[in-house]
Nanobody, 125 residues
């Protein structure tokens, strides 16, 4: 069973940058895709960004395109999310997700087999 541990969330001001990290452990399996989702109070969990493990193809939600950058480190079994120009609407719990098999539905939560517990990002002045 893959275990995912997110880190890096904290309180920041609008316009700031923040990097989140997610470390995968507990399995020698490698994912087809890893992703970030987020959820704010009263809202459904939403897709943020995804990256394919072997080819590093990247995908972004329209709300973050041009501001966020996802990357992966194959040696460390980690992914990161660099978030720039943060706005209040980016406040949420950010979850890391891991998919064993490749799928064109990278933006669907049902594609992913394992999830982290989340890290809180708050954007406030």
């Amino acid at each position: 069973q893959v275990q995912l541990t997110e880190s890096g969330g904290r309180l920041v001001q609008p316009g700031d940058s923040l990097r989140l990290s997610c470390a995968a452990s507990g399995s020698r399996d490698r994912p087809a895709t890893m992703a970030w989702f987020r959820q704010s109070p009263g809202k459904a969990r939403e897709f943020v960004s995804a990256i394919t493990w072997w080819t590093a193809d990247t995908y972004y939600a329209d709300a973050v395109k041009g501001r966020f950058v996802i990357s992966r480190d194959q040696n460390r079994n980690t992914i990161s999310l660099l978030m720039n120009s943060l706005i209040h609407e980016d406040s949420a719990i950010y979850y890391c997700a891991w998919a064993r098999r490749g799928s064109g539905n990278y933006d669907r939560a049902s594609t992913y087999d394992s999830w982290g517990r989340g890290t809180q990002v708050t954007v406030s002045s």
